[in-house]
């Protein structure tokens, strides 16, 4: 009997390590809303949840969450964010440079932002029948993920497209 326990203890001590590096190394916005919490104050933090169609084929997580507060003028803030984990840096990077070939909508403006390893920011209308004003996004990679921040606000997106940065640097 203490044969069998020790072969079994055996055979899933390797394992053990793999699992938890694997779990270690996967960034999330509950981990970004750490950093947020950190840095400013106000910010109430929604985890969420998405049934969405992968960004890319080799897609192996995506973590989604939002942010809210009221403004002094009373009016509510927004931000979005998505956080993909791509199989790989060449899949994630061909996917993100498609916004130098893409149409990303006849109405949005497109610039290349300095950020990560490549990023781009839009620039889009404001749709006056949505409540919600996302004008602004950034996506933005780094290594194999890609993150979208969307917001109204250009300076609260870039900044919280800079926390997620915070995160995926730590790793």
């Known amino acids: 009997m203490q044969i069998i326990l020790i072969a079994l203890a055996l055979l899933l001590h390797p394992q053990a390590p793999a699992q938890q590096e694997q779990q270690v190394m996967q960034i999330t916005t509950a981990k970004v809303a750490k950093v947020v919490e950190a840095k400013e104050s106000g ?3 929604i985890p969420g949840v998405c049934t969405c169609p ?3 084929k080799g897609q192996k997580s995506q973590s989604v969450g ?4 009221a403004t002094k003028e009373g009016e509510q803030e927004v931000i979005l964010m998505d956080i993909y984990e791509i199989g790989s840096a060449e899949e994630a990077s061909e996917w993100i ?8 909508g006849a109405a949005c403006r497109v610039e290349k932002f300095s950020l990560g390893d490549e990023a781009y920011q839009l620039f889009c209308p404001e749709d006056s029948s949505n409540p919600i004003r996302l004008s602004n ?3 933005v990679r780094k290594g194999n993920y890609i993150v979208r921040v969307r917001g109204g606000a250009p300076e609260a997106v870039e900044r919280f497209a800079g926390y997620a940065l915070e995160q995926l640097a730590a790793t």
């Open 43 to 45: 910010w109430d933090f």
């Open 54 to 56: 992968p960004l890319v």
């Open 66 to 69: 939002s942010w809210e507060r």
């Open 97 to 104: 440079r498609g916004f130098d070939r893409k149409d990303s």
């Open 137 to 139: 996004y950034i996506f």
